[in-house]
Structure formats: structure tokens, C-alpha cells
T-cell receptor
Framework: NAGVMQNPRHLVRRRGQEARLRCSPM?????VYWYRQLPEEGLKFMVY????????ESGMPKERFSAEFPKEGPSILRIQQVVRGDSAAYFC?????????????FGSGTQLSVL | EDQVTQSPEALRLQEGESSSLNCSYT??????LFWYRQDPGKGPEFLFT???AGEEKEKERLKATLTKKESFLHITAPKPEDSATYLC????????????FGTGTRLTVIP
């Protein structure tokens, strides 16, 4: 049973470009969470999705960021017109049950670098 | 304001030298406290969940405890493979959709 798969592992973008981060949850998991980890800071919640629905996006910046989890395919975190401050590690986690599920399974993350 | 503070930021131990990591929290209402381990270049790996003061959980050389204000992760006779960053996170009663993480304790165990 493969774990949570994130790709790419590393992504380099120039300011103003778009970044698309992908996350395939563990088999049988229909709940996906995105977290961001800035240098010297803790993991920060961004968004929680179930299949085809955004449940909680309270941690997501209002502009330039969007997330989806379509019926078929991986969850996508999209960042438009990236800026240097978007440089961070982005982690996806999945769980078989919704909150307050106690156990999240995390992927290895995507390291986004904005030049 | 909800806050999770972990100490120390970094800890170096000799192999076999037991110690404890601290996670203190100030939150409006705690539903659960979580411990994760994170290796370099990897995502966090779940270790424990604690729900009520006085609760304890053990796994191999690790034991987690919880009081009304803090949690401790005790490491008994650590080995080099225990080297990692240990993260504490809280789940709030009013915001159970997400975990609120501390900045972690980076543990290095020297052979």
C-alpha cells in the first residue's frame, strides 16, 4: 500500500509564474489536507478537502492560491503569480476518516523555490 | 491567542542518555495533542495522540504524557536512529479540521 505521493519533490519557479503541486492520497483515503512549512516555522494548515469539495480553507491566502480534489485524479494545490514569500515546503496529508480523525498520513512534501 | 511552544529547539544526547522534550500549550479548548516525528526531507510521521490530563502512551523508547498545560515526550536510552525533529500539535475543540503545530525539537543522538 503506497503512502501519500506528492510530486514534484522540488519545483523552481520565477516570480509571476504558476506552481501546481500534486498529491495522491493513500488508497482508500478520501480526506486530504494541505500544510505549508516555512523556514524556522511550524507547519501551518492551509486547506481541507474531500472528494470534489472544499471543506475548510481558513488557512489559505485569499488571493493567488486555490485547491481542488476532483472525483478522479490527485488533489492539486495551485499558486498563481508566485512571489518569493511563497518559497516553502508544502505537505499533503490524507486520512480515511474526516475530522476529528486522529491520525494523518503525510507525504514527503514539495519544496517550492521562487527565484 | 492559541499558542504551542516546544523546548528545547535543539537537543544533543549521547547514545543511552535519557531525556525529555517539552510541549507547552495555551489554547481555548484542547481536543487532542499529537506527537509526530519528522526526518530530513520527509513528511511528519504519527507517533501518539493524547486526549486527557494524566494520559500516557508508549512506543518502544518513547513515552508521551499530558497535563493540563503541557506534554512531555520522554526518550529512554536513545539510539542514533532516534535522531529527528519531534513535532507537537494540538487539535482544538472549535477547529477540529486542522492541527496547530509547534516548531519542533531537533534531536541528535551521538553514538
Amino acid at each position: 500500500n503506497a503512502g501519500v505521493m506528492q510530486n514534484p519533490r522540488h519545483l523552481v519557479r520565477r516570480r509571476g509564474q504558476e506552481a501546481r503541486l500534486r498529491c495522491s492520497p493513500m488508497k482508500g483515503h478520501s480526506h486530504v489536507y494541505w500544510y505549508r512549512q516555512l523556514p524556522e516555522e511550524g507547519l501551518k494548515f492551509m486547506v481541507y478537502l474531500q472528494k470534489e469539495n472544499i471543506i475548510d480553507e481558513s488557512g489559505m491566502p485569499k488571493e493567488r492560491f486555490s485547491a481542488e480534489f476532483p472525483k478522479e485524479g490527485p488533489s492539486i494545490l495551485r499558486i498563481q503569480q508566485v512571489v518569493r514569500g511563497d518559497s516553502a515546503a508544502y505537505f499533503c496529508a490524507s486520512s480515511p476518516l474526516g475530522p476529528p480523525e486522529e491520525k494523518l498520513f503525510f507525504g514527503s512534501g514539495t519544496q517550492l523555490s521562487v527565484l | 491567542e492559541d499558542q504551542v511552544t516546544q523546548s528545547p529547539e535543539a537537543l544533543r544526547l549521547q547514545e543511552g542518555e535519557s531525556s525529555s522534550l517539552n510541549c507547552s500549550y495555551t489554547v481555548s479548548g484542547l481536543r487532542g495533542l499529537f506527537w509526530y516525528r519528522q526526518d530530513p526531507g520527509k513528511g511528519p510521521e504519527f507517533l501518539f495522540t493524547l486526549y486527557s490530563a494524566g494520559e500516557e502512551k508508549e512506543k518502544e523508547r518513547l513515552k508521551a504524557t499530558l497535563t493540563k498545560k503541557e506534554s512531555f515526550l520522554h526518550i529512554t536510552a536513545p539510539k542514533p536512529e532516534d535522531s529527528a525533529t519531534y513535532l507537537c500539535a494540538v487539535q482544538l475543540q472549535t477547529g477540529a479540521n486542522n492541527l496547530f503545530f509547534g516548531t519542533g525539537t531537533r534531536l541528535t543522538v551521538i553514538p
